[in-house]
């Protein structure tokens, strides 16, 4: 909006030509999600305690988490304004990427704002269904691949870390892999969120991370020099992503350890499909798995403990996912968390120097 509103008067005033520039505007992208979120934040917190709108606690989980029942949750609705609203304000709207991501990210966040309202608000502690919300997700999921795909064009060919003409060809099939990638990232950084600040400072991480990818796949000149793949107009990307990351800090002021309060399958959700949905985009798909590492290996958690104790009747962990187990074998909650941060940022530096090795 503000792209649309003050770039076009740098014919007669110079200085609004700065507007023209992606870094300038993420810059601003990520400091007016910053404030929005401590702006907001406060209100929004007031308003749920107000409303008892607090966590429920699982009595079969570790028992000092029984002590932050009733914390205020659906706190991931200031993740979500403050990520659209900046993108709103500073990306080019002509551009269908900010759009379709956009809508990913809106689209994710109502399937967990509806899960959270109906445990919280109508005290059903099953929320949605599984099957209505994996369904919700998929078929999400499936608009946004098949405009990808069909309107925008994205090319299907796939990259293959740290191989630079290993590039296969997925045909039709790159639809449901884009679902895959977007459903398989929304539900790993639910997973994720079960410690205070443990899903949202990776999520940070690597949307930061993303947000360089965004802008090299986007400038034709540095793609080319690095010999990856490039994008016409993916780079108004990065003001999304730097967006996200503002808006992630600015949720991490007061989901910090002790939280004061809890996102919520309404961010978690919305955080995770967001990130999917922009690897797609920018053509760094597999890379994913590498970023967001800490995601994965919390989701792994989950599918190994399941098929062992189905299998064997013997678990793996202590309990899944796998931040749970280290907590019973007595680490204090800050310690899992900036540990899981550290290894997301050697996993992250580690994803950019993909870019590189070939």
Same mark, same amino acid.
């Given at each position: ?106 689209? @994710?966040? &109502?399937?967990? /704002?509806?899960? $959270? ?9 099953? +929320?949605?269904? %599984? ?125 910090? @350890?002790? &939280?004061?309060? /809890?996102?919520? $399958? ?9 990130? +999917?949905?922009? %690897? ?79």
């Amino acid at each position: 909006m503000l792209y649309h509103l003050l770039f076009p008067l740098h014919v007669e005033y110079s200085f609004f030509n700065v507007f023209r520039y992606i870094t300038f505007r993420t810059i601003y992208a990520s400091i007016t999600a910053l404030l929005l979120c401590f702006i907001l934040g406060p209100w929004l917190i007031r308003e749920l305690s107000s409303h008892q709108i607090g966590q429920t606690i699982r009595r079969d989980g570790p028992e000092r988490h029984l002590a932050k029942e009733g914390t205020p949750t659906m706190g991931g609705l200031l993740i979500v304004i403050a990520v659209v609203i900046p993108t709103l304000l500073w990306a080019n709207l002509s551009n269908p990427y900010i759009w379709i991501a956009i809508f990913v990210t809106v689209g @994710y966040g &109502a399937i967990g /704002f509806l899960d $959270d309202f109906k445990k919280v608000i109508r005290k059903d502690p099953k +929320g949605l269904s %599984a099957k209505a919300k994996f369904t919700s997700q998929i078929i999400l999921a499936g608009m946004a691949a098949t405009l990808i795909y069909m309107d925008i064009g994205i090319q299907d060919k796939v990259s293959i870390p740290f191989f630079k003409k290993l590039n296969p060809r997925l045909g039709i099939l790159y639809i449901p892999f884009i679902i895959l990638v977007i459903v398989g990232a929304s539900n790993a950084v639910n997973l994720t969120d079960g410690l205070d600040g443990l899903a949202v400072g990776p999520s940070i991480i690597a949307a930061g991370t993303y947000m360089l990818f965004a802008y090299l796949t986007g400038h034709v000149k540095i793609a080319n020099y690095l010999q990856i793949p490039y994008v016409p107009g993916a780079g108004e990307l990065t003001i999304f992503c730097g967006a996200m990351a503002g808006a992630g800090i600015g949720f991490l002021w007061f989901n910090t @350890y002790p &939280a004061q309060v /809890f996102m919520g $399958d309404t961010g978690s959700l919305s955080l995770g499909a967001a990130l +999917g949905v922009v %690897a797609v985009m920018v053509k760094q798909e597999i890379v994913l798995v590498l970023v967001g590492g800490v995601f994965v290996m919390e989701a792994l958690s989950v599918i190994f403990q399941v098929f062992s104790y189905k299998t064997t009747r013997k678990r793996i962990f202590r309990m899944a996912p796998v931040h749970h187990h280290f907590e019973l074998k007595g680490w204090a909650e800050p310690k899992i968390i900036v540990r899981f941060w550290i290894i997301s940022i050697i996993l992250a530096l580690l994803a950019i120097s993909t870019l590189k090795i070939r």
